[in-house]
């Protein structure tokens, strides 16, 4: 039966796509939750703190943590279902060049660095 690894390398850009999703999710997560801090810089500049602005940098921490979690998600499931497709796969489907399992631990490593981001933007 002759190789036809094409089934294989669209599940794998679909993985990688999800992974560039991810990564933009977790980038900009991080972005909202210091922009939480920029905003308590800017009001202890100000005499009086307005309640407006405490209650927006919670939001903004709180909304940005949330956007890490579903970015690390959103890397984490699609590689373990990605890792079960590709056991589904006949033999013949897979290119014996290639590394099945470097996109999974990939996706898995920054997906788990994904939790480490929001663990620390936590506390």
Request: charged fraction near 10%; proline fraction near 7%.
């Amino acid at each position: 039966m002759p190789c036809d690894p094409r089934v294989y390398f669209a599940a794998e850009r679909t993985l990688l796509a999800w992974v560039r999703t991810g990564i933009t999710m977790m980038g900009f997560g991080f972005l909202v939750a210091r922009f939480g801090l920029f905003l308590d810089l800017l009001a202890a500049e100000h005499v009086n703190i307005n309640h407006s602005v405490e209650s927006s940098t919670v939001l903004a921490s709180t909304v940005g943590i949330a956007l890490v979690l579903a970015g690390s998600l959103a890397m984490i499931i699609p590689a373990i279902q990605h890792r079960g497709f590709v056991a589904s796969l006949p033999p013949g489907d897979l290119p014996p060049s290639h590394s099945r399992a470097f996109p999974v631990w990939l996706a898995l490593a920054l997906g788990l660095l994904g939790l480490v981001l929001a663990a620390y933007l936590l506390f």
